[in-house]
């Protein structure tokens, strides 16, 4: 036993003899100082359990998603509440680590060690319920298409259709607000999106549908002119005059926003784009974006995130074949997507 963790017992057994029955639990509290390594450590332990239990459930929506099926509403906020908790986590173990030192010597500052210390057992109760909460006889549900999908027949569906379709469904479920498209460059993500733009552009469920490139090079200037120039939206003077005459009037309309070639994270209410959860007031607002980086997907907030990966060899061929005008007669191949 190191001397500092024979230190903080003794300190907090004499602090829990030292006071009456009649107010133990002030003497836990006043122990919390002194077992915040302890604290920590089960905080670790029960996050990691609740990380495998999300990896669980996320297989068994992705199995469930490659069947044609829609994720329930009460997985999604399961699963929303799991990545808010870990956040929160995350921020406990950064206070955690980034404690500073008292007088030079290895006795933490006690006042720093209460929180950190009455915060994990916070964390410890919220991971632990959300670990008891996942237990989920069904995780998806077949849902009325609400915008158009490709026809499945009993030709060859190519891989890029494949994709097409799990973002429209992923578009349809209420949980996503924000999607993310992400793979190395070239593996046809623009094309994806555009198959997207082309599927969605007549469809009863949005008023306006916006398709714009960010680029490496990208500014909320350039885009708000590449806005203005594809669909006729009057000029501002500035960049704040030009966002208040997109908001206003997308503010009042169910509108579907996909954004191009994505590279950092980009404030869309500054373009313009009024970002306002799932639906709101009757309107329905959807973001996608496309990106070579899962990690620009987090910076932009994605909920939902498809992988596009390099085309094998027969789906490149079915590809080829299309693009040729020939008649598909390869087996469908099973794709079996990452994310």
């Excluded at 990545?83 to 404690?99: A, M, N, P, S, W």
């Excluded at 008023?207 to 669909?231: G, H, M, N, P």
Aim: glycine share 8%.
């Amino acid at each position: 036993m190191s001397f500092l963790s024979f230190l903080s017992e003794t300190v907090a057994s004499g602090i829990a003899a030292a006071v009456p029955s009649c107010i133990g639990s002030v003497s836990e509290y006043l122990a919390y100082p002194f077992k915040v390594s302890d604290n920590m450590k089960a905080l670790d332990v029960a996050t990691n359990n609740l990380v495998a239990a999300q990896a669980d459930v996320k297989n068994r929506v992705e199995s469930a998603e490659l069947q044609g099926l829609t994720q329930n509403n009460q997985v999604g906020e399961w699963l929303g509440r799991v990545e808010e908790v870990k956040g929160e986590v995350d921020e406990i173990r950064k206070r955690f680590h980034g404690r500073t030192w008292c007088l030079g010597t290895q006795l933490f500052n006690c006042w720093s060690n209460y929180w950190i210390s009455r915060d994990a057992i916070k964390g410890l109760q919220e991971v632990q319920k959300l670990c008891d909460n996942n237990k989920f006889e069904e995780v998806a549900a077949q849902l009325p298409p609400q915008v158009q999908e490709f026809p499945v027949g009993s030709e060859v569906v190519p891989k890029e259709e494949v994709d097409c379709q799990r973002i429209l469904r992923y578009i349809n479920n209420d949980q996503y607000d924000i999607i993310g498209i992400w793979g190395m460059g070239g593996v046809g993500k623009t094309h994806l999106l555009q198959l997207v733009h082309n599927s969605c552009k007549g469809s009863s469920a949005f008023d306006v549908v916006l398709f714009v490139t960010a680029s490496r090079e990208y500014s909320v200037e350039k885009i708000q002119a590449e806005l203005c120039d594809k669909y006729g939206f009057g000029r501002g003077t500035s960049v704040e005059s030009q966002a208040v005459i997109l908001s206003n009037y997308l503010s009042n309309r169910n509108f579907l926003i996909l954004v191009d070639d994505v590279w950092d994270k980009i404030d869309l209410q500054r373009v313009g784009i009024p970002i306002v959860p799932g639906l709101h007031n009757q309107f329905k607002r959807k973001i996608v974006i496309t990106t070579r980086s899962e990690s620009a997907c987090g910076m932009m907030g994605v909920k939902k995130t498809l992988r596009v990966l390099k085309l094998d060899t027969k789906d490149a061929l079915v590809y080829f074949m299309k693009m040729l005008g020939m008649k598909q007669s390869i087996p469908i191949l099973k794709y079996h997507p990452l994310h």
